[in-house]
């Protein structure tokens, strides 16, 4: 059970800001949202988390609703090396080792 | 380069062979996993190793066996295995798998090994 929900797919154009949004309606105070990436036949990669506060780092931006429900990946100027499947997993900090992931949102950055 | 490496990159054996995929990390990390991922399904968490110790095994068949001799390596032995394992199989590292800390929490993936079961 992954507890989030996503669109399976999704497209974005060259240099445009992508957003990729997650439902996590069921989410606990203390369990946070962390993004990964994976590109095709390679590992996951780490993104970026979050608990409350809206994060940045040099990948993307991770915008989290004030109830917590919900949360949006950004990636401010997407390229063509950013297409890839998108996990948005919830966790509790110190659960062990639990990474739950769904079926991820398909991301397609065209030209 | 993630600093976790995997090999071999592919591997294609028969159901009676024995072999073993092998996981390195360069990163201090204490605690290191194993994950499944079969085509067109999401990534299944095998075994969870923290200190060299297991900590989690989610109903994995005895035909898989994991070993971790320090906290840098880390194995998968293979024998007798069916055409349905064949997968990606990704391992992954963090700082500690407990930690009061979400970024200790955070796992590092090598690049994976393609297995092929004939």
């Known amino acids: 059970d992954a507890k989030t929900t996503q669109p399976p797919s999704m497209d974005c154009a060259e240099g445009r800001a992508a957003n990729l949004p997650c439902n996590h309606s069921t989410i606990s105070g203390n369990e946070y949202v962390y993004w990964y990436r994976q590109i095709h036949s390679q590992g996951p990669q780490y993104i970026i988390h979050g608990l409350k506060n809206n994060e940045t780092n040099e990948m993307a931006s991770l915008i989290i609703t004030e109830d917590r429900k919900s949360s949006t990946l950004i990636l401010p100027h997407a390229t063509l090396r950013d297409t890839a499947v998108y996990y948005c997993?919830?966790?509790?900090?110190?659960?062990?080792?639990?990474?739950?992931f769904g079926q991820g949102t398909e991301l397609s950055v065209k030209p | 380069e993630t600093g976790v490496t995997q090999t071999p990159r592919h591997l294609v054996m028969g159901m009676t062979n024995k072999k073993s995929l092998k996981c390195e990390q360069h990163?201090?990390?204490?605690?290191m996993y194993w994950y499944k991922q079969s085509a067109k399904k999401p990534l299944e968490l095998m075994f969870v190793?923290?200190?060299?110790?297991?900590?989690e095994n989610n109903s994995v068949p005895s035909r898989f066996s994991p070993e971790c001799p320090n906290s840098s390596h880390l194995f998968l032995h293979l024998h007798t295995l069916q055409p349905e394992d064949s997968a990606l199989y990704l391992c992954?590292?963090?700082?500690?798998?407990?930690?009061?800390?979400?970024?200790?929490?955070?796992?590092?993936f090598g690049a994976g090994t393609r297995l092929s079961v004939l």
């Open positions: 190793y923290s200190l060299e110790e297991r900590v």
């Open positions: 992954a590292s963090s700082q500690d798998s407990r930690g009061r800390s979400s970024a200790k929490n955070i796992q590092y």
């Open positions: 997993i919830v966790r509790i900090y110190n659960q062990g080792g639990k990474l739950i």
């Open positions: 990163l201090g990390h204490n605690a």
